[in-house]
């Protein structure tokens, strides 16, 4: 059964949210006229914005290769078109999302996928 290392965050790791906080402030900004969003600003801020971002993305990359390479996940996986939503989704539901159980994933999701691929199948016959 695959582990998962409890690794505590280290200083580059809490900078790296803190700018993810403030990128997520900077989305929010608006102006006093009817809520439009503010021009992004150009120069320093936005290197760091960038730089900021550069660095979230490397931490997640190498947590999620961390976690493939553990489990045997072969390299050519990352290749698959539907890596990407996947990823998206994870992103949408932002900081906190717990990993899902061995039942969801080898019953509840794997019924839902089964389903769907009756449904596309049936969709092909007629």
Same mark, same amino acid.
């Given at each position: 059964?695959? !582990?998962?290392?409890?690794?505590? /965050?280290?200083?580059?790791?809490?900078?790296?949210?803190?700018?993810?906080?403030?990128?997520?402030?900077?989305?929010? /900004?608006?102006?006093?006229?009817?809520?439009?969003?503010?021009? *992004? =600003?150009?120069? /320093?801020?936005?290197?760091?914005?960038?730089?900021? $971002? /550069?660095?979230? =993305?490397?931490?997640?990359?190498?947590?999620?290769?961390?976690?493939?390479?553990?489990?045997?996940?072969?390299? %050519?996986?990352?290749?698959?078109?539907?890596?990407?939503?996947?990823?998206?989704?994870?992103?949408?539901?932002?900081?906190?999302? $717990? *990993?899902?159980?061995?039942?969801?994933?080898?019953? $509840?999701?794997?019924?839902?996928?089964?389903? !769907?691929?009756? %449904?596309?199948?049936?969709?092909? $016959?007629?």
């Amino acid at each position: 059964m695959p !582990h998962f290392d409890a690794i505590a /965050k280290d200083e580059a790791c809490w900078e790296a949210e803190q700018e993810q906080q403030n990128i997520a402030e900077c989305k929010r /900004k608006f102006s006093s006229s009817g809520g439009e969003v503010t021009q *992004p =600003r150009k120069g /320093k801020e936005a290197k760091v914005i960038d730089e900021a $971002k /550069k660095k979230l =993305r490397e931490n997640a990359i190498q947590k999620n290769s961390r976690w493939m390479y553990d489990v045997g996940i072969p390299f %050519n996986a990352v290749n698959y078109d539907i890596l990407g939503p996947a990823i998206e989704a994870i992103g949408q539901y932002g900081s906190g999302m $717990k *990993p899902p159980s061995y039942y969801e994933v080898r019953v $509840k999701y794997l019924e839902n996928e089964l389903e !769907h691929t009756n %449904n596309v199948l049936k969709s092909w $016959k007629d």
